[in-house]
């Protein structure tokens, strides 16, 4: 990847999906969904271990880009022989070139031990299944955006705001905040806008 384009695109997973087949009586279930950041790529694998508390396995994997070219990996066997789980899943992520995506594969032993090569198979098309239930589509990266306005401007930030075509949410307490999701390519562009219509009255931090 070239970090000097923050506009790059990348291939993620379209929505969360969960396959599930079964080997010679243990059920595998695959579960992936798109992230943002390492804190939700976690926050997702601890809620998957949470629903499938009583499984004999969670096998998390996932892979998660922390800015330009850095590429932040991690996966787990989760008490499975090292090298047949964990690993099998990234191999499928990386695969596959996808990035901002978590899995988690979830085994319910069935009382026949699989040998490495067939865990090794197991994980891989669990994840394998799940991606391709989810779909695969290309993204922009994108930086969360936190404006925040006295009520007179407001208006003026909101509008330049959804002509910038941005998902955002606000809210009005004492000072009026905008949490703005925006394409790492058009963030600098946007801020030049806000600061420009607003006098410099409103305060920018990159979340």
């Given at each position: 990847m070239d970090g000097a384009d923050d506009g790059e695109r990348y291939r993620t997973v379209a929505e969360p999906a969960t396959a599930r087949f079964v080997v010679r009586g243990s059920e595998f279930l695959g579960h992936v969904r798109p992230?943002?950041?390492v804190e939700e790529a976690e926050s997702f694998v601890e809620s998957v271990r949470e629903e499938y508390a009583d499984a004999t396995h969670n096998v998390p994997a996932y892979r998660v880009r922390t800015g330009g070219d850095l590429l932040r990996e991690y996966a787990?066997?989760?008490g499975e022989p090292s090298g047949s789980a964990g690993k099998?899943?990234?191999n499928v992520l990386a695969g596959r070139g996808l990035e901002n995506v978590a899995a988690v594969v979830t085994r319910y032993y069935g009382g026949t031990n699989l040998g490495v090569g067939g865990l090794v198979r197991a994980y891989s098309r669990a994840v394998n299944e799940a991606v391709d239930r989810a779909g695969v589509v290309e993204r922009r990266p994108h930086e969360r955006l936190s404006i925040t306005v006295g009520y007179d401007d407001s208006g003026t930030v909101r509008g330049i705001v959804e002509s910038a075509d941005c998902e955002f949410e606000a809210d009005y307490g004492a000072e009026v905040s905008f949490d703005v999701r925006v394409?790492?390519?058009e963030a600098d562009s946007l801020r030049d806008r806000l600061r420009s219509a607003t006098s410099g009255r409103?305060?920018?931090e990159t979340g």
């Open positions: 992230v943002e950041g787990s066997d989760d099998p899943a990234m394409p790492v390519a409103a305060t920018l």
